[in-house]
């Protein structure tokens, strides 16, 4: 009996002691997990947010040159030293963007320009992509902040490119938008410009990919592209900091050696408590055993006797007959 209630307790404690170095390691790594989880979320926020600040500066340009009465008329005549003075070389001086081009109703590049000479606009603007323009900019009011985005393929990395329509809108308000010229304007988003725009959210490796994007480890984050004619070109591929680890290189030291001392005075605690334990069921069973047994001769005294006999074992066998009290009164016994 004294070893079943130490054992008990011995293995209260030790399962006590357990489950709290499990509950706070499994606390502390789940914390870590979570704020891995939110800063992934929160980096894919920032990357789409940024991709989208480009699609806005893409636009921004867009409607800067395409709300302009003097381009409209230098379109009509043709005039390509016009546009090449007051937008193409201003473009080239201030790279605000890799493409600029004038594109007719009937999908005709008639003016356009490709900064570092890297393609031919033509080579961009195919007559797919013209088409998709098209399309994009169908119910696409004549106002000054219409311009509208999409993506485009342009060789191995995605090309923002806005659109809108070149508008008269001091000399001639009211003509009809199917008359007016596309004008283009292009963001290449290529690695390295995404590399910058990447360090803006401390992100170090933000990159363009194409293929698919299922081959990534779950540590990678992927975002895909989507181009002008609803198809995926490729993602933005990334690796999320983990300000979960950095948690757990500075927390889980000074935890362990907590957990360490916690461990050392809980055993130190029930190796104490189960001697208690055992002196506590010892002296117990001594004093019931005191009870019942004549200190002298180490018999039962009256007591344990008359509980001998009311137990059930004894009750039945002298039922059976197989069991016979006899009382003999001695007189004067108490002498002896």
Same mark, same amino acid.
């Given at each position: 009996?004294?070893?079943?209630?130490? /054992?008990?307790?011995? *293995?209260?404690?030790?399962?006590?002691?357990?489950?709290?170095?499990?509950?706070?390691?499994?606390?502390? @790594?789940?914390?870590?997990?979570? #704020?891995?989880? #939110?800063?992934?979320?929160?980096?894919?926020?920032?990357?789409?947010?940024?991709?989208?600040?480009?699609?806005?500066?893409?636009?921004?340009?867009?409607?800067?040159? /395409?709300?302009?009465?003097?381009?409209?008329?230098?379109?009509?005549?043709?005039?390509?030293?016009?546009?090449?003075?007051?937008? /193409?070389?201003?473009?080239?001086?201030?790279?605000? +963007?890799?493409?600029?081009?004038?594109?007719? %109703?009937?999908?005709?590049?008639?003016?356009?320009?490709?900064?570092? =000479?890297?393609?031919? %606009?033509?080579?961009?603007?195919?007559?797919?992509?013209?088409?998709?323009?098209?399309?994009?900019?169908?119910?696409?009011?004549?106002?000054?902040?219409?311009?509208?985005?999409?993506?485009?393929?342009?060789?191995?990395? $995605?090309?923002?490119? +806005?659109?809108?329509?070149?508008?008269?809108?001091?000399?001639?308000?009211?003509?009809?938008?199917?008359?007016?010229?596309? @004008?283009?304007?292009? *963001?290449?988003?290529?690695? =390295?410009?995404?590399?910058? *725009?990447?360090?803006?959210?401390?992100?170090? =490796?933000?990159?363009?990919?194409? /293929?698919?994007?299922?081959?990534?480890?779950?540590?990678?984050?992927?975002? %895909?592209? &989507?181009?002008?004619?609803?198809?995926?070109?490729? #993602?933005?591929?990334?690796? $999320? $900091?983990?300000?979960?680890?950095?948690?757990?290189?500075?927390?889980? $030291? %000074?935890?362990? &050696?907590? *957990?360490?001392?916690?461990?050392?005075?809980? &055993?130190?605690?029930?190796?104490?408590?189960?001697?208690? +334990?055992?002196?506590?069921?010892?002296?117990?069973?001594?004093?019931?055993?005191?009870?019942?047994?004549?200190?002298?001769?180490?018999?039962?005294?009256?007591?344990?006797?008359?509980?001998?006999? #009311?137990?059930?074992?004894?009750?039945?066998?002298?039922?059976?007959?197989?069991?016979?009290?006899?009382?003999?009164?001695?007189?004067? @016994?108490?002498?002896?």
């Amino acid at each position: 009996m004294t070893n079943s209630i130490s /054992g008990r307790i011995t *293995l209260n404690l030790v399962a006590g002691i357990v489950i709290t170095v499990v509950t706070v390691i499994a606390a502390i @790594f789940w914390m870590a997990a979570r #704020q891995d989880e #939110q800063a992934r979320a929160s980096t894919e926020t920032m990357v789409i947010g940024g991709v989208d600040a480009v699609a806005r500066r893409a636009e921004a340009l867009a409607n800067d040159y /395409g709300w302009w009465d003097d381009a409209y008329f230098a379109y009509v005549r043709r005039d390509e030293d016009w546009f090449y003075t007051n937008v /193409g070389a201003s473009v080239s001086e201030t790279r605000v +963007a890799d493409l600029f081009a004038v594109v007719s %109703p009937d999908g005709e590049v008639v003016f356009g320009w490709v900064i570092d =000479d890297k393609s031919l %606009p033509t080579e961009i603007l195919t007559p797919d992509v013209i088409e998709g323009i098209r399309n994009l900019a169908e119910g696409m009011p004549v106002e000054s902040l219409a311009a509208r985005s999409a993506f485009v393929r342009f060789g191995s990395t $995605p090309m923002v490119i +806005a659109v809108s329509r070149i508008t008269p809108f001091t000399t001639n308000p009211d003509i009809d938008p199917a008359e007016l010229p596309f @004008f283009v304007a292009g *963001l290449e988003l290529n690695n =390295d410009r995404l590399s910058e *725009l990447g360090k803006t959210f401390l992100i170090d =490796d933000l990159r363009f990919e194409t /293929g698919d994007a299922r081959r990534h480890s779950s540590a990678t984050s992927t975002l %895909p592209v &989507v181009d002008i004619f609803g198809e995926t070109i490729g #993602q933005y591929t990334w690796t $999320p $900091p983990k300000p979960g680890d950095a948690v757990l290189r500075s927390v889980l $030291p %000074p935890i362990a &050696v907590a *957990l360490v001392l916690f461990c050392v005075v809980a &055993v130190v605690t029930a190796l104490r408590t189960r001697r208690i +334990a055992i002196a506590l069921t010892e002296s117990e069973k001594e004093a019931v055993t005191a009870a019942r047994t004549d200190g002298m001769t180490g018999l039962k005294n009256r007591t344990g006797f008359n509980e001998l006999l #009311q137990s059930p074992e004894y009750q039945a066998a002298c039922r059976a007959g197989h069991l016979a009290v006899i009382y003999l009164d001695i007189n004067g @016994f108490k002498a002896v």
